[in-house]
């Protein structure tokens, strides 16, 4: 039998970003920026509830000016 497991990632909408760079401010361990200011999301699942990633995510989320960003649960099969 196998096991499902939903893992969060941090995910961005090119067409909405506009480069701010925020995200890469606020996650720096999750996000880089490429020679524009886009990111450039690292695809490794955010961890626990209470992990630094994910705080460092939603702060993300919330601080991008454009939107841009979102955690979607994903179902990784075991």
């Known amino acids: 039998m196998k096991r499902r497991n939903e893992t969060l990632i941090l995910r961005a909408d090119p067409i ?4 701010f760079g925020h995200c890469a401010e606020l996650a720096p361990e999750i996000v880089t920026l490429d020679e524009w200011g886009y990111p450039i999301i690292s695809t490794t699942p955010l ?3 209470r992990s630094t990633s994910l705080r460092s995510a939603q702060l993300a989320v919330r601080g991008c000016p454009r939107q841009a960003l979102w ?6 099969r075991s």
């Open 71 to 76: 955690i979607e649960k994903v179902e990784q």
């Open 47 to 49: 961890g626990a509830a």
């Open 16 to 19: 909405l970003c506009d480069g």
